[in-house]
């Protein structure tokens, strides 16, 4: 389970690192993610950005993000746990938050 999560983790970040102005904070080692939406912004863009595509994220149901504070800045914490988390669910969750975030920059 551990080693399924693991790669769950790291084919989420895959997907969210291919995506224009989505920054992976950290390297993907384990079961866990740090993201930023609106690489390139101003620092205070990326937080309103970052907590926007949460709210969404959130909204939508298919996947859980929380929000977090790291260096200063806001962050979306993915961490990959649930039992039945395997990489077509990897997939399907990624596919969500950078569906989020594009609802996102589309309005802001």
Not at 37 to 65: W, Y
């Amino acid at each position: 389970m551990v080693d399924r999560h693991c790669r769950a983790a790291a084919i989420v970040a895959a997907r969210l690192r291919a995506e224009p102005a989505i920054e992976v904070m950290n390297d993907v080692e384990l079961n866990q993610i740090v993201v930023r939406f609106g690489a390139g912004e101003t620092p205070e863009r990326g937080d309103r950005l970052t907590q926007d595509t949460i709210a969404r994220i959130q909204s939508d149901g298919t996947c859980f993000a929380g929000g977090a504070k790291w260096r200063g800045r806001q962050v979306m914490r993915i961490s990959v746990i649930a039992w039945l988390t395997d990489e077509a669910e990897a997939d399907k969750a990624a596919a969500a938050m950078i569906d989020a975030w594009h609802r996102v920059r589309r309005v802001s």
